[in-house]
């Protein structure tokens, strides 16, 4: 996955008015207890950090 594609899906569950904080406030264990930013900016692949938010969501099987 592309980090394009993350943000995508990202701004379409959290909402575009929400994600930015979203992603730089919410600490999420699955990513060593690191924000959405944190993970990637210290190089954590997109697809492992969308998994990261989909669990942490509750989305359904379908949107993994």
Known sequence: ???QELWRRINAHI???LASAWTH???LSDLGNRSVREALDAGVPAQHV???VWSYLELPASER
């Open 15 to 17: 909402g575009p008015a």
């Open 50 to 52: 969308w998994r990261a």
């Open 1 to 3: 996955m592309r980090e």
């Open 25 to 27: 406030d919410v600490v």
